[in-house]
């Protein structure tokens, strides 16, 4: 196990932006001596980025053989290109490490690309801000994960492996993806409907009261078990919410799949099968709603690539 870091040891950087020259940046600011950067698609200003990050420029991929951890942060669309155009110029037993936000399967495509070149490749999703360089939480998977997560936790990064196969890591982020961007929007349509009733300060003070009142994994825990005894009432509840927010002009999008989503819960047979009793874990609430839903709507999982 590692106890030093190894800061001689270049490390290698696909795709100067916000992401790419922020990482680097913490990196060198750790003491990494040689951060080897390269653009891909040609950008005029990437070598001035790059450089003014303290990164060595490389004008082609085949730089990169130095590293043995090289960051792909390009972007989706490109993500497969630069990992064909660049994995071949890796050393034999560099690891590639995508960055990039994606799907499970777009990444397994990613890995793909990699695999074909005989070089080793990591999924990692950044939970955080590109803005925070070393210190926003990274996960990873695949072979080599626990390697990846030990020489860059070395370095002062914040990456935690969470499995062994390529895609889980992208799996966690955009599922993850849901409740982050959901709250968002749900956040601008009650908060938007409220503001036109006069009554936003109230609405977001009580709302934050509930969230504050237990540690945010019991709540998620207290909702989803009391969800499959209690689905119907809500499910009422929320059509007269869905009238309220219509009445101020804004369009009940979210309300309205709340309402679906109670609705689809409440027409199984759940409720009547625990009798009055919620399971007493989440993830036996979820197992419950997994065969249940999977049985009156179109959920089903994701069919391997």
Not at 2 to 13: A, S, V
Not at 39 to 64: H, I, V, Y
Not at 128 to 157: C, E, F, H, N, T
Request: a neutral charge; charged letters at 20%.
């Amino acid at each position: 196990m590692l106890t030093t870091p190894d800061l001689q040891t270049p490390l290698g950087l696909i795709g100067v932006g916000q992401l790419g020259t922020s990482l680097a940046r913490g990196l060198r600011a750790q003491g990494v001596q040689t951060v080897l950067a390269y653009n891909l698609p040609a950008d005029a200003q990437a070598q001035a980025r790059a450089e003014a990050a303290g990164l060595r420029w490389l004008a082609t991929p085949a730089g990169l053989g130095e590293a043995d951890i090289v960051f792909s942060a390009v972007t989706p669309q490109g993500a497969v290109d630069a990992a064909r155009a660049c994995a071949p110029a890796l050393a034999p037993d560099a690891i590639y490490l995508d960055l990039n936000s994606m799907g499970p399967r777009e990444k397994r495509a990613v890995a793909d690309a990699v695999q074909a070149a005989g070089r080793r490749f990591v999924d990692g999703a950044v939970l955080g801000a590109a803005a925070d360089g070393i210190r926003m939480p990274i996960i990873v998977s695949g072979p080599d994960a626990g390697l990846v997560a030990q020489r860059l936790g070395a370095l002062g990064m914040r990456v935690r492996a969470v499995g062994t196969e390529p895609g889980q890591a992208a799996s966690i982020k955009i599922v993850r993806s849901v409740l982050a961007k959901g709250l968002e929007v749900l956040y601008v349509e009650a908060l938007v409907a409220a503001r036109r009733l006069g009554v936003e300060t109230e609405v977001l003070g009580t709302f934050c009261d509930w969230l504050d009142a237990r540690p945010a994994a019991a709540s998620a825990e207290l909702l989803v078990t009391t969800h499959l005894l209690h689905a119907e009432r809500r499910m009422h509840e929320l059509d007269m919410s869905i009238a309220a927010v219509r009445e101020t002009g804004v369009n009940p999008v979210i309300t309205q799949a709340i309402r679906d989503r109670l609705a689809a819960t409440a027409a199984t047979a759940v409720a009547a099968q625990l009798q009055g009793v919620p399971p007493h874990q989440i993830s036996d609430a979820l197992a419950l709603l997994d065969d249940a839903l999977g049985a009156t709507v179109q959920d089903r999982r994701v069919p391997p690539a």
